[in-house]
Structures are given as structure tokens and as C-alpha cells.
Nanobody, 119 residues
Framework: EVQLVESGGGVVQPGGSLRLSCVAS????????MKWVRQAPGKGLESVSG????????YYADSVKGRFTISRDNAKNTLYLQMDSLKTEDSAVYYC????????????RGQGTQVTVSS
């Protein structure tokens, strides 16, 4: 059974930073493209960032380019998302997911972690 467990969400002021983590089990993590997707209240899912198995290819949505950094540690079965210069419009539930790194779809995902950017 695939299990993805996200952590690191919380409440932060505009301009602040958060680092999300996602620990995977039940899959050979190093074989999978991974990504972060988010959903804000009343909006659809948005693919935020993705990374290929070796970490050599990355995708970023235009809305987060230059502010967010995706990375992975295959030895720890862990995916990360460093989020800097956060904006109120970044507020959403963030999900770790498995799927092609540079497309919008996914094959499996975690339960999500809430990120709230507010003054």
C-alpha cells in the first residue's frame, strides 16, 4: 500500500518561509517522478512543482518560480518543498503526489498539509 505523509505546514506571515516534507512508503521511491500539488478553497488542483527520480529535472508553475525549490532524498524516501517569499495566494492544502513531474496529473497522493499565509 502506497503511503505518503506530509508535514511542515502551518501559519506564516507574507514574506515568510516554510519547508514541507513528504515521507513515502510502500513504493520504490527512487523509481518515481514526484510532485507537489495544491488546492486553495473554491479552486481546482494546481501542480506546483515536480521532480524526476534522479533529481536532475524540475518543473515549477509560473506562480511559484523563483520562490519555491523542490528536492528529494532517495536514501530517506523523502520529498521536500522549500517555500520562500510566501504570498497570501499561496494559502492552500499542499499534497505530495506521484506522477509525471512536468504534467498536471498524478497516480497517488497523500492526505495533505495546510499552508496559511496571513498577516
Amino acid at each position: 500500500e502506497v503511503q505518503l505523509v506530509e508535514s511542515g505546514g502551518g501559519v506564516v506571515q507574507p514574506g515568510g518561509s516554510l519547508r514541507l516534507s513528504c515521507v513515502a512508503s510502500g513504493i520504490t521511491f527512487s523509481n518515481h517522478d514526484m510532485k507537489w500539488v495544491r488546492q486553495a478553497p473554491g479552486k481546482g488542483l494546481e501542480s506546483v512543482s515536480g521532480i524526476n527520480p534522479s533529481g536532475t529535472l524540475r518543473y515549477y508553475a509560473d506562480s511559484v518560480k523563483g520562490r519555491f525549490t523542490i528536492s528529494r532524498d532517495n536514501a530517506k524516501n523523502t520529498l521536500y518543498l522549500q517555500m520562500d517569499s510566501l504570498k497570501t495566494e499561496d494559502s492552500a492544502v499542499y499534497y505530495c503526489a506521484g506522477g509525471q513531474y512536468n504534467t498536471g496529473g498524478y497516480n497517488f497522493r497523500g492526505q495533505g498539509t495546510q499552508v496559511t499565509v496571513s498577516s
